[in-house]
């Protein structure tokens, strides 16, 4: 708030200083700035990823042939969750309609089969290499019908 009535913000520079300017240090971590959880906040609203995301995962299982892997790297644990719920519902038996208030019957097999039933993550020393690596998490699936 004491930001803002110093006058508008007008880069990314000003909303960073902003965030910075607010956190306490007690609470800043070390390794990653504090504008960076805002930033791909902002990021993930503006470009609705998250929206976006079952709907992607259910046209790629559908161009995958029987045998074919899905990997998805994510790097936040909404992306994540998202993720793990699409494989895992994709996974489970589908559901075929029988008719007009009839309950749904199971059909015969699911779509995918979960290779990694917990994510990858990376290794202390990949994660030294490349510290943008430190929160990706992989989860795999094979297309089996």
Not at 99 to 125: F, N, Q, W, Y
Request: proline share 8%; hydrophobic share 40%.
């Amino acid at each position: 708030m004491r930001r803002r009535d110093q006058g508008r913000m007008n880069t990314t520079g000003d909303l960073a200083a902003a965030v910075l300017e607010a956190i306490p240090k007690k609470f800043q971590e070390k390794r990653i700035h504090p504008a960076t959880r805002t930033f791909q906040a902002i990021r993930i609203a503006v470009n609705r990823e998250l929206d976006d995301l079952q709907p992607a995962f259910e046209a790629m299982a559908g161009c995958l042939r029987v045998g074919g892997v899905i990997c998805v790297l994510a790097y936040h644990s909404l992306e994540d969750r998202a993720v793990k719920h699409a494989f895992r519902n994709l996974s489970q038996r589908a559901r075929e309609p029988v008719g007009v208030g009839a309950p749904a019957k199971p059909a015969d097999r699911p779509v995918l089969e979960i290779l990694t039933p917990k994510p990858l993550e990376p290794s202390e020393a990949e994660t030294q290499d490349n510290p943008r690596a430190r929160s990706a998490k992989l989860r795999a699936a094979r297309r089996v019908v």
